[in-house]
């Protein structure tokens, strides 16, 4: 479906291709046995392979195969038997070996595709291939007037995403990020922690008037955040559209991205092709994979946060709100579906989980920390459906739950809680309520007939909480009426 809504670039229509580096979550490295731990003292976790000696061998991390392999599968991409590792040869003092291993022409993925969703209808955007590669490690610059390297990070594994240039706005290119990021994941190849630079993209971007062939393109470094992705490419397409409309041209370039300006910079200029000099490493074989294995991973494959979402939703009936809050971390989801699956009621769970739990959740990479337990918020539930508490009594009680493994049960009856459903008890407070109130009586009398909310508003007041509160409000009808 054409939108109707029309382009912000006028007649320029923005052609975009991501891609993007996420980090392979292993204890070790792309080719050596060093510890891919994020935070360590500088060049801590360094060997003679990461640090590039000569004479040091490469040997392959199954690992890493393994997480590539299930990233392909969850992509739909076609997984290759057999792939190749290459040099792809530049000098930078982040790579000790002066050049970086990684696939070329048989990479380990190719095809597949990922739905992206901006409110005009699902659209499939394909993916060219996923190829495995090693990151290079950090220079740090300015230290006591130095740049120093540290090499911790050098040889850590990743995979390349690489979409078809087929995303057409800075929204659909950040749904597409924020749709990977989440299916990485889910599927446990990837930490998403994008501070820590596990997860970021390259924005390739050029505008054409519809119907010509693709401009020339841009190609945005290193973005690790999602606002900034939808931002840096906005800003590059009317940086492009300036130009053009000015009668120049485009010049094929790599820029970075300022996020505090707002504006990207130029980093370098590729109109001269650049030249890899890319050979099959000699050190190590042809990556070969049965077909087995690779049944075997599918098979493996847990259940894709789409899926999930269409689940949660046919089986609990959620709001699509609490579909998105629910699903946002894989610890997240299976804290619902635990409690949901105990409780047997899962819009009020997720309820709980959502207005309670969620504030002291910690999440970090792939863990989360609860304060409390999904058995604490099924029995809470239960409490307040059987009647045997109020809401109002949950939300009070629940601040006692936290970091103890209290039954909400036990608690109940240690407190003495209950609730208040002796009619005669509740109809004498509500008499007086209605008399010390004669204006707003007067106002239910004379049709305002939604103040009746402000009446069982003060009787929860004086109880607590703890009043029955369909009995309040039938009283409260019964007594205005009269
Ligand atoms: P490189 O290796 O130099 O980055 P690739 O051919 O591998 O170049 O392309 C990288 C990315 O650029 C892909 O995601 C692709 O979709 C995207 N791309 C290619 N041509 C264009 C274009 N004209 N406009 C926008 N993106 C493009
Ligand atoms: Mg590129
Ligand atoms: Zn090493």
Redesign the pocket.
Same mark, same amino acid.
């Given at each position: 479906m054409k939108s109707l809504v029309p382009s912000p670039y006028g007649q320029w229509e923005? !052609?975009? =291709?991501? @891609?993007v580096h996420a980090q392979l979550h292993t204890l070790t490295k792309a080719f050596c046995g060093c510890e891919t731990s994020f935070g360590a003292p500088p060049n801590t976790h360094v060997c003679p392979v990461c640090l590039g000696l000569p004479g040091a061998l490469p040997v392959l991390n199954a690992e890493a195969v393994a997480l590539a392999v299930s990233a392909g599968l969850a992509l739909g991409c076609k997984v290759h038997e057999t792939s190749v590792f290459a040099r792809k040869h530049y000098f930078y003092p982040d790579s000790p070996k002066g050049y970086q291993l990684t696939q070329f022409d048989r990479p380990i993925a190719t095809g597949g595709g990922l739905e992206v969703d901006v409110g005009e209808g699902a659209r499939r955007i394909g993916l060219?291939?996923i190829h495995m590669e090693e990151d290079a490690g950090k220079n740090v610059h300015g230290v006591g007037g130095f740049s120093l390297v540290d090499l911790n990070r050098a040889g850590t594994p990743l995979i390349e995403i *690489?979409? @078809?240039? @087929?995303l057409r706005s800075p929204a659909e290119a950040r749904d597409y990020l924020e749709k990977l990021h989440e299916l990485v994941m889910f599927i446990g190849v990837n930490d998403g922690n994008l501070e820590q630079g596990s997860f970021r993209c /390259?924005?390739? *971007?050029?505008v054409?008037k519809s119907g010509e062939p693709? =401009? !020339?393109?841009v @190609?945005l470094k290193n973005i690790n955040s999602f606002r900034f992705v939808e931002d840096a490419i906005d800003g590059e397409i009317r940086r492009q559209v300036r130009m053009l409309e000015r009668g120049e041209r485009v010049r094929l370039q790599t820029r970075g991205y300022n996020a505090e300006k707002r504006e990207s910079y130029l980093l370098r200029d590729?109109e001269a092709e /650049?030249e890899y000099r890319y050979f099959s490493d000699p050190d190590l074989p042809p990556l070969v994979l049965d077909a087995a294995f690779i049944a075997e991973r599918a098979a493996r494959l847990p259940e894709l946060p789409v899926a999930k979402r269409a689940r949660f939703q046919a089986e609990f009936g959620l709001s699509e709100g609490a579909l998105r809050v629910l699903t946002s971390h894989p610890r997240i989801a299976e804290f619902f579906e635990q409690a949901a699956l105990v409780s047997g009621r899962g819009v009020r769970v997720a309820n709980i989980i959502q207005t309670e739990v969620l504030r002291d959740t910690v999440t970090a990479g792939l863990e989360a920390t609860f304060p409390v337990s999904p058995n604490q918020v099924a029995e809470l539930v239960d409490l307040v459906e059987s009647g045997a508490i109020s809401g109002k009594q949950a939300k009070v009680l629940y601040p006692d739950l936290i970091g103890k493994e209290v039954s909400p049960r036990a608690l109940v009856e240690t407190l003495g809680l209950k609730v208040l459903d002796d009619a005669e008890t509740l109809q004498n407070l509500a008499l007086e309520i209605v008399r010390a109130n004669p204006r707003q009586a007067e106002q239910y009398r004379s049709g305002k007939t939604g103040i009746l909310g402000f009446f069982v508003g003060q009787l929860m007041k004086v109880t607590g909480g703890s009043a029955d509160p369909k009995l309040a409000s039938d009283l409260f009808e019964q007594e205005l009426r009269k």
């Open positions: 923005p !052609v975009i =291709g991501l @891609e060219t291939r *690489v979409s @078809e240039p @087929e /390259d924005a390739n *971007v050029s054409r693709f =401009g !020339v393109r @190609e590729k /650049d």
